[in-house]
C-alpha cells in the first residue's frame, strides 16, 4: 500500500499500481487495511486547503499591468494627482521607474511605497490593479 492521503470522505491510496478511494468505514475491509498501516508507522497525507490570505497573495504575484493602465486607473480614480506629486518628491531611481517601467507589479515596493504615500489601503490597491487590467489603449 503506497500514498495514503486523507480525503473528506476517508482517504485515496494506491495498491499494486492502481489508486482506489477509500471510505470512511470500518466494516471495509481496504479501511482496515489503511488503519493498519497506519499503525505500522505508513505516512499519511493530509492536504492542506489554502487560506483566504494565501489565495489573495497569490493573487497579487499575478497583479501586473502596463504603466499606461496604471496611470489610467490612477487617473480614473482620481488619484494620479496625488501619485504625480509624490513621484515629483522621490528619489531618482523611483522617478526613473515611474517613468520608464514598461510594468507595474503589484507586489512591488515602490507600489505598496507609493499607495502608503497617497493613503490607499491593500484593499483599494487590489481594486486599482483589477480595474487597470481591464483597461485598454
Not at 526613473?96 to 507600489?111: D, G, K, N
Not at 504615500?117 to 481591464?134: E, H, N, P, Y
Amino acid at each position: 500500500m503506497k500514498n495514503i492521503t486523507k480525503t473528506d470522505g476517508g482517504y485515496t491510496i494506491t495498491i499494486d499500481g492502481q489508486d482506489m478511494s477509500v471510505p470512511n468505514d470500518p466494516g471495509n475491509r481496504h479501511f482496515q487495511m489503511v488503519q493498519d498501516a497506519i499503525a505500522g508507522g505508513a505516512t499519511v497525507i493530509v492536504p492542506t486547503v489554502p487560506t483566504d490570505a494565501d489565495l489573495l497573495a497569490t493573487e497579487r504575484a499575478g497583479m501586473v499591468v502596463s504603466r499606461f493602465q496604471a496611470k489610467a486607473a490612477l487617473m480614473a480614480a482620481g488619484h494620479l494627482p496625488a501619485v504625480e506629486t509624490v513621484i515629483a518628491a522621490a528619489d531618482a531611481i523611483t522617478k526613473l521607474a515611474w517613468a520608464e517601467a514598461v510594468e507595474m507589479r503589484r507586489t512591488s515596493p515602490m507600489i505598496a511605497g507609493l499607495a502608503g504615500a497617497v493613503g490607499l489601503s491593500d484593499t483599494d490597491l487590489d481594486d486599482l490593479f483589477r480595474a487597470a487590467a481591464l483597461i485598454e489603449a
